[in-house]
């Protein structure tokens, strides 16, 4: 049987964002995405060089006798700080925010689970992690 695994990260700070990935493996298959997008350093200024934001998903979801659906999830998030858009002080680096987890939960079947909620170590900025597990028929 196929399990599609959606994985929905909220990330709260003065604006929220949300972003939701979605992957379909075999009952007890890995599933892996990864995405990068690039972006100038200084905004308009791609002589300045480019910087990356990756988003990598792995998932290995197996269903259980019980009927709940175990899912291992490894999530890799990287993004510039919120209000990173001015040139830096000549010699400074942009601020990254960074996720990184991995960590194996038990779902019902088609129901939603904030798994995770992590704390940004120098601001207000917070990021859940949602994982839905659902069973294709």
Excluded: C, H, W
């Excluded at 992957?23 to 599933?31: E, K, M, S, T």
């Amino acid at each position: 049987m196929n399990i599609r695994v959606e994985v929905t990260l909220t990330q709260q700070s003065p604006d929220e964002l949300e972003k939701t990935v979605t992957l379909v493996a075999a009952d007890g298959q890995p599933g892996m995405l990864r995405t990068v997008v690039e972006f100038p350093r200084v905004p308009g200024a791609e002589s300045a060089g480019l910087e990356q934001a990756p988003l990598g998903v792995d998932v290995m979801p197996r269903i259980l006798d019980t009927g709940k659906i175990r899912v291992r999830l490894s999530v890799n998030y990287n993004v510039p700080r919120p209000g990173q858009g001015t040139e830096p002080a000549k010699g400074a680096t942009q601020a990254r925010a960074m996720l990184s987890e991995t960590l194996t939960v038990l779902l019902d079947d088609g129901k939603p689970q904030l798994v995770s909620q992590s704390a940004d170590a120098l601001g207000s900025r917070s990021v859940g992690l949602t994982v839905k597990a659902s069973v294709l028929k």
